[in-house]
């Protein structure tokens, strides 16, 4: 049924809807008419029409300040307006110079006066009544054809008048009168963008070019640019409008930077105290310059002139105090002169500067570390030389054992400068926690806390290399190290500074482990101090995380004890096989008294890698292997007992088993390893069907997997070198047997490793069938099979995908 209005709201209706028909024709021929003014601009402009009171008439044919939007046509005229000028004022020129340097030898003396003058005068004084007028743009252009007439001028009253002076030193005083000039002119002229801009630039050579003229040495042309850089840095400071600041900024920093280059490479390559003070004066009054600059600069600026001012009065004064030192030592009076900076944030400077100060200062810190790292890098890996001669006999001093990675005489400096950065980062930490220095920001007292002692362990190392103290003491030294540093780890809980503790004594415990092996008696003393100081510190301590890793190596420093015990008895690695399980079997016993999970797993899994270490020993002797295998099997079947490890652990011990009883059969050179097997595999069987009764839950692989495995897999060892028939074929009814039993009942066990059994076995049967027939084929023959193969593939994806999911979730369904 369809709704009819009453005639008075259907009135209403239509009268709104008639408004807003109206307010919208209003606003389109608003639109129309801008856009025909773009297309044909008229000669007068449009009259102004007021926005309409209506309804809906929106503000789209107004600008943001109420006024018409049709501002294009002046841009793009005032564009087109710019590039002309531009191009006319680059031919102009471009005439000018070509005048001036091919047509001026064609007129005499007089009418070259004439011309040159009458040309520079209008081009200098035009600019006046066209900025009157409003003509900017146009007098810009030629205010810009002026300053380049200035500097023909210049040239050809060089090159005709005065053609005898020199040139550097006529440059010289042209370019401070050509500075004076333009600086004058864009002052009388003050609406014109370029001629103080180009005044400032022109400002930059005079002193330059008098100290060439000269023929100064470095130092006077250090000391012209920084009195340049000054000046720059005043007008940037004070001078008008923003273009003629930036300028003198930019060159103020470059001039500024020339100049300290050229001091820092004086004062390094000073060869005494005199010659070095001159560089160092000119360092420290750059630093005064940038001072001066940073004072009352924008943040940015100011951060980074109070960087360059740190550096530079660190160069100063330390090139000053470190001639008559080597090199090495000369690192540690800049770090000094480097800390020395740090109090600036005491003193009344603005903050960004004494930032900038504060980076210096850390910027020198952190060059003199980098500088002082490799020696105990050298510390750390040097040991590792030792392996290539196990217990060869212990060296006379620390450096015997380094090898000769290092120049040590040269870096003798480095211990201190280690200690140094420690107590200043040490004394950062203290301030930042009494409030001293204010509030840092996050993690910077974290980082200063833990890098401290860091660094005070790396100078401990350092300094033992550097003085190449006997081989006991150094030994006897890294190994108290490790004890201190765990006992930080202890004490301090998991945070940071405990961690940093921890893995620094870890390394400390691996750099004194391989200084031990050089000798018999330090490797029983240090690997059993290790293993005494681990296992006290995991005890002791109440983070898991520092327990897990302490009880590991407490375990790895037991095996290379047991390790060395079987070397030390004359026994081959086979033989020492079985002391090293002993390890293994603590961990076991350990394991299951420990009550935090965490810390358990962390020790047993240690214990497993030391049974791998024992595997691994026991591999070239297959007697022996046997051995190690079945008392590994003994150790994860004893773990197997506690409830939460008996799902790995029983797979792992039954896998043990299996093998050990593999590798004996070969030791024993059995060729028919079935009458072995067998009945273990029924015996193994029947235990596995009686679980299965009394657990009907339990998988097929712990009821069947090792009864089956333990004759069918020596069966197929042994059938692929057997060239007989018989062996394979009854091999190949067992596993049909087997994976249609499995298929019939629902078992896994039985239907993949018969199903295993039987394809591998298939295989061999069929390989040299296989062989012969690609023999007989062509050489593309294999390519197309299996680019047909793909296609076949790829067509049928995801009919195959959803096949392999259901066999999938079919062999997941099975016990």
């Known amino acids: 049924m369809e709704h009819v209005p009453p005639p008075a709201e259907e009135l209403a209706l239509l009268d709104r809807e008639l408004v807003q028909l109206d307010a919208r024709r209003l606003q389109l021929l608003n639109r129309r008419a801008w856009l025909l003014s773009v297309l044909r601009p008229p000669v007068a402009p449009p009259p102004f029409t007021a926005p309409s009171a209506r309804p809906g008439a ?78 900017t743009s146009t007098a810009e252009a030629l205010a810009a054809l002026a300053l380049v007439l200035t500097v023909l001028d210049a040239y050809a009253l060089h090159a005709v008048a005065v053609p005898d002076t020199d040139g550097p030193a006529f440059a010289a005083l042209a370019s401070a009168v050509l500075a004076s000039v333009w600086t004058a002119y864009g002052l009388w002229l003050g609406r014109l963008r370029l001629p103080l801009p180009v005044a400032v630039v022109a400002g930059q050579l005079p002193l330059l070019l008098w100290a060439w003229a000269a023929g100064a040495p470095a130092v006077v042309f250090g000391w012209a640019l920084l009195v340049t850089a000054a000046a720059g840095v005043a007008v940037a400071l004070y001078g008008r409008g923003l273009a003629v600041r930036v300028t003198a900024a930019v060159g103020a920093s470059m001039t ?19 010659s070095a003070v001159g560089p160092g004066a000119l360092l420290l009054a750059g630093a005064g310059v940038a001072l001066a600059g940073g004072w009352r600069a924008p943040k940015e600026w100011a951060v980074a002139a109070g960087a360059v001012a740190g550096l530079a009065s660190v160069a100063a004064v330390g090139g000053v105090l470190r001639t008559g030192l080597p090199w090495n030592w000369s690192v540690v009076v800049y770090l000094l002169c480097g800390i020395a900076l740090s109090p600036v944030l005491r003193l009344r400077v603005p903050r960004p500067v004494g930032r900038g100060v504060l980076g210096a200062s850390a910027a020198v810190t952190a060059g003199a570390l980098v500088w002082a790292l490799p020696v105990v890098v050298a510390v750390l890996l040097g040991p590792v030389s030792v392996l290539a001669d196990v217990w060869s006999g212990a060296p006379e001093g620390f450096r015997g054992a380094l090898g000769p990675s290092m120049s040590w005489p040269a870096s003798a400096a480095s211990p201190v400068v280690l200690v140094l950065v420690a107590g200043v980062l040490g004394a950062l930490r203290l301030g930042w926690a009494r409030g001293a220095f204010g509030a840092p920001r996050p993690g910077w007292p974290v980082a200063a806390g833990a890098g401290a002692p860091v660094l005070g362990w790396g100078a401990v190392l350092a300094l033992l290399a550097v003085a190449d103290v006997p081989y006991a003491v150094a030994v006897g030294v890294e190994l108290l190290l490790v004890a201190g540093l765990l006992e930080l780890a202890v004490r301090r809980g998991s945070g940071a500074l405990s961690l940093t503790a921890l893995v620094c004594g870890l390394v ?40 897990s890793v302490l009880a590991v190596g407490s375990v790895l420093c037991a095996i290379v004890v047991a390790c060395a015990a079987g070397a030390s008895l004359g026994w081959s690695a086979p033989q020492a ?23 358990a797993l962390s020790l047993e899994a240690a214990g497993a890698f030391g049974a791998l270490v024992a595997v691994g020993l026991a591999v070239t002797d297959a007697p022996f292997l046997a051995l190690v295998l079945a008392l590994c099997g003994v150790l994860a079947a004893g773990t197997a007992v506690r409830p939460e490890r008996r799902p790995a652990a029983g797979y792992v011990a039954a896998v043990l088993f299996v093998l050990a009883a593999w590798v004996r059969l070969v030791a024993s050179g059995v060729s028919d390893p079935e009458a072995y097997t067998l009945p273990v595999s029924v015996a ?105 193969l ?25 016990r």
């Open 684 to 788: 193994a069987f029947a235990v596995g069907y009686l679980r299965r009764r009394g657990d009907p839950g339990a998988s097929s692989w712990v009821a069947y997997g090792p009864a089956l495995s333990m004759t069918m897999v020596p069966s197929l060892v042994v059938a692929w070198s057997d060239p007989g028939w018989p062996r394979p074929l009854l091999l190949g009814v067992a596993a049909l047997v087997v994976t249609l039993a499995g298929a019939r009942l629902r078992l896994q066990a039985p239907l993949v490793l018969g199903g295993s059994v039987l394809a591998l076995d298939a295989l061999h049967e069929l390989a040299p069938h296989v062989v012969q027939v690609f023999d007989t084929l062509p050489r593309w023959a294999f390519p197309a099979l299996a680019g047909l």
């Open 508 to 547: 400390g415990a691996v750099g004194a482990g391989l200084l031990a092996l050089a000798a018999e008696p330090a490797t029983y003393a240090v690997f059993g101090g290790l293993l005494v100081l681990f296992a006290g510190a995991a005890v002791r301590s109440k983070a898991v995380v520092v327990q």
């Open 577 to 599: 096989a079985p002391v090293v399980l002993a390890v293994p079997a603590v961990t076991v016993l350990l394991g299951a008294r420990l009550r935090v999970a965490a810390v």
């Open 58 to 135: 929106g503000p789209s044919a107004w600008g943001p300040r109420g006024g018409a939007v049709p501002a294009a046509p002046v841009a793009a005229s005032s564009s087109v307006q710019n590039v002309l000028l531009v191009l006319g004022g680059l031919l102009l020129t471009i005439a000018a110079i070509a005048f001036t340097l091919f047509s001026w030898g064609e007129m005499g003396i007089a009418g070259r006066s004439a011309v040159l003058a009458a040309v520079t005068a209008g081009a200098l004084v035009a600019p006046a009544p066209l900025l009157r007028r409003g003509l």
């Open 256 to 274: 500024g930077a020339v100049a300290l280059l050229i001091g820092l490479s004086l004062s390094v390559s000073a060869g005494g105290p005199l």
């Open 790 to 814: 793909l296609l076949a593939v790829g067509a049928t994806y995801e009919q195959r995908l959803r096949d392999a999911r259901r066999v999938r979730e079919s062999l997941g369904r099975m």
